[in-house]
């Protein structure tokens, strides 16, 4: 599994609204500044589904990343598995100076690890932003 990870500052329950509510995760779910999420929609339970649209600004690309929750405890744990059959396990916890992210998936076979850990990376320091800006 490759894993990142970030320190927001911000209550528990801020965090959890922001990572799982879909107006707010529209707002923050790209990994860069000429990609955005024009549509998201999430059912938060076990058995639940998400879907969450990613697309280039320019409108030349567009893909959608969606799956199923196999876990979800709230304010502490979601599980869910990509519609490829990969496991992502986030985990929330506070501590002194926020809500720690941790954040693992299975990586797939076109990219490199590297590649996949600074996407994903960066889509997790994007909600940082959000969070703590709103």
Known sequence: MITVQTTVHASLEKAWEFWTQPEHVKQWNNASDDWHCPKATNDLRVGGKFNYTMA?????????????????????????????GRKVVIQFEKTENGVQITESFDPENV????????????????????????
Do not use: P
Not at 120 to 126: K, R
Not at 128 to 134: A, D, G, L, V
């Open 56 to 84: 280039s600004k320019d409108g030349t690309m567009s893909f959608d990343f969606e799956g199923e929750y196999s876990k979800v405890e709230a304010f502490s744990l979601i599980e869910y598995h990509i519609i490829d």
């Open 111 to 134: 990219h490199s690890e590297e590649l996949q850990r600074d996407g994903w990376q960066a889509i997790l320091d994007n909600f940082k932003k959000h969070c703590e800006s709103n």
